[in-house]
């Protein structure tokens, strides 16, 4: 009889799609996880800097959440009711709105759509269109807001584009802040958006990151992010903020906008709503613009039960007293200081930029940033790189997460950082134990 561990020995199962991506970058077969570690089926334990993308900002399984998830499945509370009322659906509408919304003075209605960041981004960008009745969006260099179609066209990775075989249309991109040298975006969008004769439509909505994840850590500055906000308001151009990777605490607070006094029409929510790796995502829209009509915007999987249920608890154990926050800031304190280090050491680091907890070490070329990470998966440390060209090592810690364990991954980064930049110098990191 196979036991588990025959049965999962490799990392690729011939009946998959060639499709897959994570598990070549980690080719190993992970089986338990909890906190800031995985473990794989043979025991060894890593440390988690990748987070499922962002979807993990708590960190694997915490106690609070799977202790409120396991309650619920034992009493057999409803697990799938479409999008009926249910009082899991209740209660987390209650605590969204009394211990998100309302401390922070905001007034949204929240839509429940298909449980994925990409349903998030399709419902919003719909909405938009429907409330102003125009077709374009503005998006930006290096934006990544989902795969599905509509999403699809306001990313700018031309890999992820290409796939599609269809126009992806009706997009105006523009330069993100920093992307092409000295180009101020703020005065190239008022010199080409309602402006008679420029040739471009007024649009819609303008979608927005304030952080780009996957488009190489690049960081919207206090200044850019409120200009664009201004310039929204000044050209009735609806603002989508796309948190979905950039949320829930990634950068320090709940929202990522929310300390530049930003008020988008538009949010977006996913990857660490749940807290718990369960899939679920939502739109915030000012109330004035929910003019949907029943049913016009539906999906079978609106309303996951039992992600409403971690989502709670979750709000419940790191939002209530500001925990996730303090983390957040005590990882951007120590990355400073891990980032002046390695920028001294190594030329060929171009930049390390980050906010709260989320960092990218940007290489002098690809081909650096992918070896270090590689050997950084060899020494017990999960890391992914980003970026339109893979140049960027991206540093995505749980935002909960102990000060000595986040400085024990740091250290794998920067013993193989140095070893793969000064190859023959140092004898190589050290390993973790797979206790
Ligand atoms: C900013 C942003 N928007 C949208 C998405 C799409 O989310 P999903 O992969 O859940 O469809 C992602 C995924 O990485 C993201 O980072």
């Avoid at 980032?339 to 070329?365: C, F, K, N, S, Y």
Wanted: aromatic share 8%; glycine share 10%; hydrophobic share 40%.
């Amino acid at each position: 009889m196979p036991n588990a561990h025959s049965i999962a020995a490799s990392p690729h199962h011939p009946g998959e799609s060639s499709v897959r991506s994570y598990s070549r970058t980690f080719p190993v077969v992970f089986d338990r996880a909890r906190g800031p570690y995985l473990e794989c089926i043979s025991g060894e334990t890593y440390i988690d800097f990748f987070c499922g993308a962002g979807s993990l900002n708590y960190g694997h399984n915490a106690t609070e959440l799977k202790e409120a998830v396991a309650r619920y499945l034992a009493e057999d509370r409803i697990l799938h009711g479409m999008d009926m009322m249910t009082a899991a659906k209740f209660e987390f509408l209650e605590v969204f709105a009394s211990q998100i919304l309302a401390p922070r003075n905001m007034d949204y209605r929240l839509q429940f759509c298909g449980p994925t960041g990409t349903n998030a981004v399709e419902a919003a960008l719909k909405l938009a269109r429907k409330v102003k009745k125009r077709r374009h969006v503005i998006a930006f260099s290096n934006a990544f807001h989902g795969v599905s179609m509509g999403s699809l066209a306001v990313t700018a990775s031309a890999k992820k584009r290409s796939g599609s075989h269809l126009p992806l249309r009706d997009t105006y991109f523009f330069p993100y802040e920093g992307f092409a040298g000295g180009i101020d975006t703020l005065d190239l969008l008022e010199s080409c958006i309602g402006r008679a004769g420029s040739g471009y439509e007024l649009p819609a909505a303008l979608i927005l990151e304030t952080v780009q994840g996957e488009g190489g850590v690049n960081i919207g500055s206090q200044a850019f992010l409120q200009g664009i906000a201004a310039f929204c308001r000044r050209h009735d151009i609806l603002l989508i903020v796309d948190d979905i990777q950039m949320g829930c605490g990634r950068t320090g607070p709940f929202f990522s906008f929310e300390r530049f006094g930003i008020e988008p029409d538009i949010i977006c929510l996913s990857k660490s709503l749940s807290g718990f790796g369960l899939p679920f995502s939502l739109v915030l829209m000012k109330p004035e613009l929910d003019i949907w009509q029943p049913g016009e915007h539906a999906g079978t999987f609106r309303g996951n039960n039992l992600a409403f249920v971690a989502a709670t608890q979750a709000i419940r154990t790191f939002w209530s007293d500001g925990r996730a926050s303090r983390s957040a800031a005590a990882i951007e304190t120590s990355m400073r200081n891990w980032g002046a280090r390695l920028r001294q050491a190594h030329g060929e680091i171009r930049d390390i930029r980050g906010r709260g907890a989320i960092w990218g070490v940007e290489l002098d070329t690809p081909g650096r940033a992918s070896a270090i990470t590689r050997l950084c998966f060899e020494h017990n440390l999960l890391i992914d790189t980003c970026g339109p060209s893979g140049s960027v090592i991206k540093v995505m810690p749980p935002v909960v997460i102990e000060e000595e364990i986040f400085n024990h991954g740091m250290q794998i980064l920067a013993d193989c950082t140095e070893t793969v930049l000064h190859a023959g110098k140092t004898e190589g990191p050290a390993c973790i134990s797979a206790s």
